[in-house]
């Protein structure tokens, strides 16, 4: 979180999630984090995967999914997004930040999966 608000602090609100995302990923491998961009995200159904284009922003260690938006409100569907994400890789912790808010400490929203 530290690194996406010395971004947000640094851009402002507004800017594209495609300009925010690699410069996300600087600074989170600069803390020594691993990190992995558009990640495809495969759907298993019947023991056949499907490549359906789903792909998370950022995964880091492996264990957190970072959605990233820029927009001027989050809709439900966003969350969902997020949660189908964290549900298809069986991953637990999912952080969805929208940095087109003025305050990105009121865009910052963790999602569990409960598996």
Known sequence: MDAAL?????????IYESVYEP???YELNKRNLTTR???PVPLMYEGVTFDLGFKT????NDLV???????EKLEPVHFKQLL???RL????????INFGEN?????????????
């Open 23 to 25: 410069v996300l990923v």
């Open 103 to 115: 305050l990105l400490k009121d865009g910052i929203h963790r999602i569990v999966n409960d598996l």
């Open 57 to 60: 922003d950022v995964v880091v």
């Open 6 to 14: 010395k971004l947000h602090r640094h851009f402002g609100p507004g």
């Open 37 to 39: 961009q558009q990640m």
């Open 65 to 71: 999914i970072l959605e990233l938006k820029s927009v």
């Open 89 to 96: 890789t069986r991953l637990r912790l999912g952080l969805l």
């Open 84 to 86: 189908t994400y964290l």
